[in-house]
C-alpha cells in the first residue's frame, strides 16, 4: 500500500494514542472523508487492526459504539519509512492525553 501524507498522519496518530474515528479526525485535523477510508484501507492491508467495543459500555454514555484501532507491526514499519520521507511528520500530533498551551 502507497503511504501518503494523510495516510502517515493517521498512522502516527493511531501510535501515539488516538484509537477511534473522532479522536484521530480532532488530533490530525483530517475531515471524516479522508480518516475513515484511510482507516479502512490500512485495516485491509494489515497496518492496522480494530476490536468493536462492548455496547454497553457505549450505550452508559449514551453514544454509538467506537471501533477502536492499533498499530501493527506492518503499521509500524510503514510509519518509520514514512517518517524518513516526510521529516516534519512527527510534528504533526501529540500524544494522546499530553497536555496541551
Given at each position: 500500500m502507497r503511504v501518503t501524507y494523510p495516510?502517515?498522519?493517521?498512522l502516527l496518530?493511531?501510535?501515539?494514542?488516538?484509537?477511534?474515528?473522532?479522536?484521530?479526525?480532532?488530533a490530525s485535523?483530517?475531515?471524516?472523508?479522508t480518516v475513515y477510508p484511510i482507516l479502512r484501507?490500512?485495516?485491509d492491508s494489515g497496518m492496522l487492526?480494530?476490536?468493536?467495543?462492548?455496547?454497553?459500555?457505549?450505550?452508559?454514555?449514551?453514544?454509538p459504539p467506537r471501533r477502536y484501532y492499533q498499530i501493527t507491526g506492518a503499521g509500524s514499519s510503514a510509519l518509520r519509512d514514512a517518517s524518513e520521507r516526510?521529516?516534519?511528520?512527527g510534528g504533526t500530533i501529540g500524544h494522546a492525553g499530553a497536555a496541551t498551551a
Amino acid at each position: 500500500m502507497r503511504v501518503t501524507y494523510p495516510t502517515a498522519i493517521v498512522l502516527l496518530a493511531v501510535s501515539r494514542g488516538f484509537r477511534y474515528g473522532f479522536d484521530i479526525m480532532d488530533a490530525s485535523g483530517l475531515a471524516s472523508g479522508t480518516v475513515y477510508p484511510i482507516l479502512r484501507r490500512l485495516e485491509d492491508s494489515g497496518m492496522l487492526r480494530s476490536k468493536w467495543e462492548a455496547v454497553t459500555s457505549a450505550r452508559d454514555e449514551q453514544r454509538p459504539p467506537r471501533r477502536y484501532y492499533q498499530i501493527t507491526g506492518a503499521g509500524s514499519s510503514a510509519l518509520r519509512d514514512a517518517s524518513e520521507r516526510f521529516p516534519g511528520l512527527g510534528g504533526t500530533i501529540g500524544h494522546a492525553g499530553a497536555a496541551t498551551a
